[in-house]
């Protein structure tokens, strides 16, 4: 069986499926810029759909870096690099994610937000019995990596939770730009 292609729309259409796509969540201009690009006639009926939408107030960068960085802070709990890197996904400029991510996460302090990601990651295995072996250790290593957490920070708040601590100083990184 073979695919339909989307039908290329004009202007008008191009207005109505945007608002339609808007409907459903969120998208910053980058998204809605691609996927618009993909529909239309005419490549210049883009800009002029994305420019309307600014005007409209439907479309605004600033205030979806804002949402997203505080939605992925408080629903997930993630670090400042990964809710960065999940803005470059959403094709938020670099400056911008930067800038939001840092205003978003200006109070907050790191080690209690990496201790509460453990203490819910782990929930149903009791203090005494996390991270006893090497492996365990590790493991919960690269997950608080891949949630966003700055590799000293992790090392030190994971020392505070491990059988033996000592097993960490095999992850022991140097400290990376920017880490304080």
């Avoid at 991270?131 to 992790?154: M, P, S």
Wanted: charge should be positive; aromatic fraction near 8%.
């Amino acid at each position: 069986m073979q695919q339909r292609k989307p039908r290329h729309l004009d202007r008008e259409e191009l207005w109505n499926y945007a608002l339609r796509v808007l409907g459903g969540r969120a998208h910053s201009t980058g998204e809605m810029r691609e996927k618009l690009k993909r529909r239309t006639e005419q490549p210049e009926d883009v800009e002029d759909v994305l420019t309307r939408l600014k005007e409209s107030k439907y479309l605004d960068d600033q205030r979806f870096a804002e949402d997203f960085a505080t939605a992925r802070l408080s629903n997930e709990g993630f670090g400042k690099t990964r809710v960065l890197q999940d803005l470059r996904q959403h094709r938020v400029a670099p400056a911008l994610a930067e800038k939001t991510v840092t205003g978003v996460y200006q109070e907050v302090n790191e080690s209690a937000l990496i201790e509460e990601w453990v203490r819910r990651k782990y929930r149903a295995v009791p203090k005494e019995g996390l991270f006893q072996k090497e492996k365990d250790l590790a493991c919960a290593y690269r997950r608080l990596v891949r949630a966003g957490f700055r590799t000293g920070e992790i090392v030190r708040v994971l020392k505070r939770f491990a059988k033996n601590p000592e097993l960490l100083d095999f992850l022991e990184p140097l400290e990376e730009a920017g880490d304080e």
